[in-house]
């Protein structure tokens, strides 16, 4: 039920994306709504069924976006990976943690596409631009707490629909449940 | 007989005293009777006009939908032409999402294998080169834009018949790559096809010159071209169906 209902989610901002956020101005940049469902997926979910969401959804990316294919599902695996990891430091799953993970993971996938396109088309390097980078930034920064407001209420929506309760994909401590 | 016509001074009496009061209600029902039918005009009026600003609003509609029609009509031709004019066969499409990256430059259109489009195949518009099929699928492919940093197009200066390579910069813009600086070029010259890739036909429009730098180092003169196509008005596309094209693995 999870995966079905965040891989349907992500369809739709994937489809979002393609399609009527293309039409806004150029100054308007592109909002990365399926970037800010993987950070999501990355701090709410668990290890196992996160990962299997994540790696569908960058296969799907890789359909519509880009030209290596397998370059979407590695990247948001080291995403998902980056923020378990600090999972361990922090408890990020708290709202407060999210937006500046989000800003901090977007530049981490922008080295990581740069130096993955670099290597793999040494004599086509990919162009860097600060300029648009700082604006994808401020974007994921302004429109990230309303965004992960949404994905909050689909997931208490998912929480409230199953018997346990529990974060799906993570044991409870409880050993009888 | 004749004195019962006569009012008797009771008569008067009540006719007098009677009359202004009657005088005045008729008055104030006068007005207010006239104030009703003001009213009732006004209602009616709001109606007529609620009824003509609806008209108004569906002749404007349908004066946005004609002209958007008309300007279709004048893009399809262009393209009919252009389809005329490119050697055959070609098959027409519609792009139905735009890459949301933004470290590439590619397109999804609906047209795909059960189409007969293949891998490699050139995509152009009435304006000039656009890019070449990507990956297709039964009935959408993905198109790669000329723009894509790993597009390349073989191309020739129409005035001064200078070779070289165009290649997407990652941005509206391309650059013409591997041009020595002994080569003449001028600025505001037309970019065309080569036909020497083995992908586009000869003569297609690419872009015009819009700055050369001459550095110390190196053999190449750094060349940018400003794209004919503009690539974020695009809608409708010709694909060129070619089956022997270079880029296939």
């Known amino acids: 039920m999870f995966i079905l209902i965040f891989l349907i989610l992500g369809i739709l901002l994937l489809v979002l994306q393609t399609t009527?956020?293309?039409?806004?101005?150029?100054?308007?940049?592109?909002?990365?709504?399926?970037?800010?469902?993987?950070?999501?997926?990355?701090?709410?979910?668990g290890i196992l069924r996160g990962a299997f969401v994540v790696i569908l959804l960058g296969l799907l990316m890789d359909a519509f976006s880009g030209v290596f294919l397998g370059l979407y599902p590695v990247i948001y695996l080291l995403v998902f990976a980056f923020i378990k990891g600090i999972s361990r430091q922090i408890a990020i799953n708290e709202f407060a943690y999210q937006v500046p993970l989000a800003v901090i993971s977007y530049i981490l996938v922008g080295i990581g596409m740069f130096l993955l396109s670099?290597?793999?088309?040494?004599?086509?390097?990919?162009?860097?631009?600060?300029?648009?980078?700082l604006l994808q930034l401020i974007i994921l920064a302004v429109i990230g707490t309303p965004v992960f407001g949404i994905f909050d209420s689909i997931m208490s929506f998912y929480r409230s629909s199953t018997a346990s309760?529990?974060?799906?994909?993570?044991?409870?401590?409880?050993?009888?449940? | 007989m004749a004195d019962r016509k006569e009012f008797t001074v009771l008569h008067k009496f009540g006719l007098e005293v009677i009359g202004p009061f009657q005088t005045a209600i008729s008055k104030v029902s006068n007005y207010?009777?006239?104030?009703?039918?003001?009213?009732?005009d006004l209602l009616s009026v709001r109606e007529e006009n609620e009824q003509l600003r609806q008209e108004l609003l569906q002749y404007r509609t349908a004066n946005i939908e004609y002209r958007e029609a008309l300007a279709t009509n004048v893009r399809l031709q262009k393209l009919l032409e252009l389809k005329e004019s490119l050697p055959p066969p070609t098959l027409t499409a519609e792009i139905v999402g735009k890459d949301p990256s933004l470290w590439f430059r590619t397109l999804t259109i609906n047209r795909g294998s059960s189409d007969g489009v293949?891998?490699?195949?050139?995509?152009?518009t009435v304006e000039g080169v656009v890019g070449q099929i990507l990956t297709s699928s039964p009935n959408y492919s993905k198109v790669l834009l000329a723009t894509d940093?790993?597009?390349?197009?073989?191309?020739?200066?129409?005035?001064?018949?200078?070779?070289?390579?165009?290649?997407?910069?990652g941005r509206d813009a391309f650059g013409l790559n591997y041009v020595l600086k002994s080569a003449v070029v001028e600025k505001g010259d037309f970019v065309l096809t080569s036909g020497l890739g083995g992908v586009f036909p000869k003569g297609l429009m690419v872009g015009s010159v819009l700055e050369i730098t001459n550095s110390r180092r190196g053999m190449?003169?750094?060349i940018e071209i400003e794209p004919a196509v503009d690539f974020s008005q695009l809608e409708h596309l010709i694909i060129i169906m070619k089956k022997d094209s270079l880029t296939e693995d």
Do not use: E
């Open chain 1, 20 to 45: 009527f956020l293309q039409l806004l101005p150029v100054w308007l940049g592109k909002p990365d709504l399926l970037f800010l469902l993987i950070v999501y997926i990355a701090c709410q979910a």
């Open chain 2, 149 to 169: 940093p790993n597009s390349a197009v073989d191309v020739i200066t129409q005035k001064t018949r200078v070779h070289g390579i165009v290649k997407g910069l």
């Open chain 2, 118 to 124: 293949q891998k490699g195949m050139p995509v152009v």
């Open chain 2, 32 to 40: 207010s009777g006239s104030i009703r039918q003001k009213y009732v």
């Open chain 1, 165 to 177: 309760g529990r974060f799906p994909g993570t044991k409870s401590s409880n050993r009888f449940n």
């Open chain 1, 118 to 133: 670099f290597f793999l088309t040494p004599d086509s390097p990919p162009q860097w631009s600060w300029g648009i980078m």
């Open chain 2, 220 to 222: 190449f003169q750094k």
